[in-house]
């Protein structure tokens, strides 16, 4: 049984920071893409970032340049979002997917397999 859980979370101010992890367990490992994903209620899940467990390349939506930061931690199986400079369209639930293997469609949630049950990140203005 493949298991992500999310955490970390919550409501914070605009401008202001949050750090979210997954942890994964199971058969996910296994997995050598992991993205996270956002979605709010009547859009459609939108890629954020994503890494390789090895560290490699990272890649990011336009919309969380240079205020996002992606990174994993292989030995313990964990994925993490660095947020900054938070705003209010940040607003949704966060998820973090795992792939078997990166694609050129990194970017779309069809390229996952593994997903987690999603936090809510709030952003107030």
């Known amino acids: 049984q493949v298991q992500l859980v999310e955490s970390g979370g919550g409501l914070v101010q605009a401008g202001g920071s949050l750090r979210l992890s997954c942890a994964a367990s199971?058969?996910?490992?296994?997995?050598?893409?992991m993205g996270w994903f956002r979605q709010t209620p009547g859009k459609e899940r939108e890629f954020v970032a994503g890494?390789?467990?090895?560290?490699?390349?990272?890649y990011y939506a336009d919309s969380v340049k240079g205020r996002f930061t992606i990174s994993s931690a292989a030995a313990k199986n964990s994925v993490y979002l660095q947020m900054g400079s938070l705003k209010p369209e940040d607003t949704a639930v966060y998820s973090c997917?795992?792939?078997?293997?990166?694609?050129?469609?990194?970017?779309?949630?069809?390229?996952?397999?593994?997903w987690g049950q999603g936090t809510q990140v709030t952003v107030s203005s």
């Open positions: 199971g058969r996910a490992f296994g997995a050598n893409y």
């Open positions: 997917a795992a792939a078997l293997y990166w694609t050129t469609t990194y970017y779309l949630p069809a390229s996952y397999g593994y």
């Open positions: 890494i390789s467990w090895s560290g490699g390349a990272t």
